[in-house]
């Protein structure tokens, strides 16, 4: 059986032909600059690559183009659903959903809560009906794994009202992510995943850090909103709350362009004032570059300190699990981390750190340290896995 994994944007569409048992992928690709004249459709058919533009630049066009693949490839008729990534699901999914009319209301719901990614999420699922109607849909969710977040984790100290009248909390996100390596480092550590408590660091353009006990998430550092927690490429993670107002004062900012700043040029970004690009920086910082040197160590340090308040969440330690294109490839990043965690006894072995790049994964520490881990995340897998147990369960 094999699952169409969809994840829309408002002008991308980037897909994957997966089985969820054998974890086989066939096709990948992404349709780019949708809604301009410019679009274009990138396939990848298992190495071998083609391009094709999308004159008319619309999401159904690009959906022609992938069924055109698909019937290439002799395997239309065996895609027995198409699943999702919606990005918010609020309090309402704790679990993958059956896409019917009410799944759709209750997305529709979360707009306010993500409104640049559920509505290009919505026109996504609602182009791929029409472009797939015998096939079941389902919506796998950014924020679900984390609903299983015990309140003290997941609420802040303000006005209970913001809470009951606008959901104002800390929902979390990348949880297919989290939920995926965090199994797939219980089985290479050889332990049950209902028996280890683990901290998780998903570390790429977007960067979360989470608390997973027995398989479930105690506490993650994204909250209402993608922009909290640890640096990321251009989002700048935790500010002081004061800092709206101080910058509308002072420069004379509304809170739109302040927010966008925070989002689009702060993180790695905005502290070199170079790129967002993890690789670059490292690569300009050992040519001297100061503001390179700084993005990269105010990366390391946040994320260190980020994993130390996560054990507040455990009662006991046992892996710390890097992924994403940071965290897979990075052995610098990663080196630097475990030095400043030191405390909690962490030590790197340096040779399995620096053999644990593109997409070798394993652990990379010393004997009598506790264990880090570099996996390689799968997020399109497990979406496929996701949506195939709620075809198979039929709810
Ligand atoms: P992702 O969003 O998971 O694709 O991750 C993107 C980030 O991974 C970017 O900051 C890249 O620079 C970073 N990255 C990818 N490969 C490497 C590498 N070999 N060394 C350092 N960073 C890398």
Redesign the pocket.
Known sequence: MWTLVLNCGSSSVKFALQNPETGEGRLSGLAERLGSGAASVRVDRGGERVTHSLPGGSYPEAFGVILAELDALGVRDDVRAVGHRVVHGGERFSAPALVTPEVLDAIRACVPLAPLHNPANLAGIEAARAAFPALPHVAVFDTAFHQTMPEVAYRYAVPEAWYAAHGVRRYGFHGTSHAYVAGEAARMLGRDLGDVNLITAHL???CSVTAVRGGRSVDTSMGLTPLEGVVM?TRSGDVDPGLHDFLARQAGLSLGEITAALNKEGG?LGLSGLT?????L?EASARGHVGARLAVDVFVYRLARTVAGMTAALERLDGLVFT???GE??AS?RAATLARLAVLGFRVDEEANARA??GQSGVITAQGSPPALVVNTNEELMIARETAGVVERGA
Not at 276 to 280: C, L, W
């Open positions: 790429g353009n977007g490429g790695l967002n690009d993890m690789r670059e490292e994403g294109g940071i490839n990075s990043v790049v593109r």
